[in-house]
């Protein structure tokens, strides 16, 4: 990884050296290391929940899209069997009305 990648906010080494010297001079070299260490506690904590906030949204998404899969699986099965209610019942109009050209071929006869 690059020196570059590590800054943030577009902060050169010269920009970076300039802040370090002006924080110690400001909270000395005792109060450095503690400091320190508290920036990357934060640091840590941060990325953190970041990482746990991830992987809610990620869940909550999975949960999301199984539910739309649940829902059109639902929809294609129902949408197959109405299609075969009504091949049955059209087959049945079909067949009663066969059986009535054949009746009325029959009274026409007589």
């Known amino acids: 990884m690059n020196f570059n990648q590590l800054l943030f906010l577009d902060i050169s080494g010269g920009e970076l050296f300039i802040i370090l ?11 450095l290391p503690e400091m320190a260490k508290k920036l990357g506690k934060v640091v840590y904590d941060l990325k953190k929940a ?6 809610e949204i990620k869940q909550e998404a ?20 109405l299609n075969e209610d009504l091949k049955k019942e059209s087959e049945k109009i079909k067949q009663t009305l066969n059986d009535s050209v054949i009746d009325a071929k029959k009274d026409l006869k007589n």
């Open 21 to 31: 010297i002006v924080v110690f001079l400001i909270f000395g070299p005792k109060q």
């Open 50 to 55: 970041s990482a746990d906030i991830s992987q």
């Open 62 to 81: 999975d949960q999301i899209k199984a539910e739309f899969i649940n829902a059109k699986n639902n929809i294609e099965e129902e949408t197959k069997n």
